[in-house]
């Protein structure tokens, strides 16, 4: 069984289509990427998975739920990491961890400690969210979405606008999580991230998936060296048009 | 969206609330004294100062008459403001309900929590000033002792429609109109400072349609002798609002958050 499915999925906002009918499978315990450039439909597909969009048309099973009528279901076992910064401003980092599980229904228990350790912000705890770093944040974010103990982490664009060090830190997290046999599903714009980090993914552009496959196969089916000359072959253009 | 959408989980919205609470514990001080104030002076200048000038209305001492009518616009001030400007920023700016909306708790569980906190905060701030109005020797009955039970209902009245007017903006600036066009009419002209049985039929039928009306008819009763057939009149009045008004927000709120 896949851990996500989509048949056919599509989302349009009004006139614009962001998702034009695409197929996936992501397996469970891989790390998955949807690859693309801004306005590809990404962050669309992830709304639609962790339920902050509605699904238009198509078929979208998550961990075996249909997320349309079993939304409740779906969020319970699932972490998401947005790609905008919404933490609590008005509660502390580890007051933060609490109220989601308190969200979750869970008991503010030990595990709060072990995953501001996880995220290297033991020291940090009584912090509030304004006075962290850029890199911090994006940490809390991730620890956030483990509070419920996930079956699948939904991460929108997780290294976007960090330094080099912080970029490092939050592949060393997620490469933690795989160890552990966590579902990842990454987006980014980076190819060299989409390349150390996802054992399959996706390309999108315009809404559609334009090539699939474990990035050393792809390198080989297009006769390229990097994910961006793959990704220049197929669609006519750069990823930063 | 289905019928489902807009059935709200008591635990859900629960969580809401709490995390409302866990927030106000910590900043309680602050928040409480200026709100405070406001029906406090309110009360000094018109029932204590007008009062002089002014000593009787209906037979009931003017100070007497303005003070529990200034119980219920402590409530809808700050059930007000709870539900305005305070929600609004949770929604656009913090983008915090973005977060909520991705664990178990749904737009309705939001909706639901969020009007109880309002409500909470309101049955807070009116306490106090039933307190007061207590300790300046203003209270006549025994029945005052359920004031913060209808305050609730009044408290749940005005969040929901806070939260319908905030549903349906998009810009902050609407605030103003929703504060000089019906909070602070509703303040003047809900016979808190004067009594409406005077006036033309039209202004009491116009009242009967605001809720602030009713609230302060039910606060009135409670201080000064109720008549229970009235308190249950005015009190079903608020509750079928408060009910109706409901599906608009869970409706709105959901096109907004989960487009």
Redesign the interface.
Known sequence: MSAVRGRDLRKS?GRIVAVDGIDFDVPVAACFGFLGPNGAGKTTTMKMI?????VDGGELTVLGLDVSTE???V??RLG?V?Q?Q??????TVR?NLA??A????LPEDGRIDELLEFALLSARADSRPGQLSGGMKRRLLIA?ALV?NPELVVLDEPTTGLDPQSRLAVWELLARLREEGVTLIVTTHYMEEAQRICDRLVIMDEGRIVAEGAPPELLERYEEDTLEGVFLQITGHSLRE | MTAADYVPSLPGATRVWRRDLRVFSKVWKGALLPQFFDPLFYLLAMGFGLGTYLATVNGIPYKQFVGPGLMASAVMWAATFETTWNIFFKMEETRLYDAVLTTPVEVQDLVLGEMFWAATRAVIYGTVFTTVVTLFGLVDSPWAVLAPLFLMLGGACFAMLGLTFTSLIKTMDWYSFYYTLFITPLFLFSGIFYPLDKLPDWVSVIAWFTPLYHLVEITRGLVLGPDALSVVGNAAWLTVVTAALFLIPVRAFRRRLVA
Do not use: T
């Open positions: 906002y962790y339920g902050l969009a509605a939304r409740r279901a969020k319970a998401v947005p905008e919404n933490l609590d401003r008005e509660l007051e109220v989601q308190l969200y979750h229904g956030r419920n």
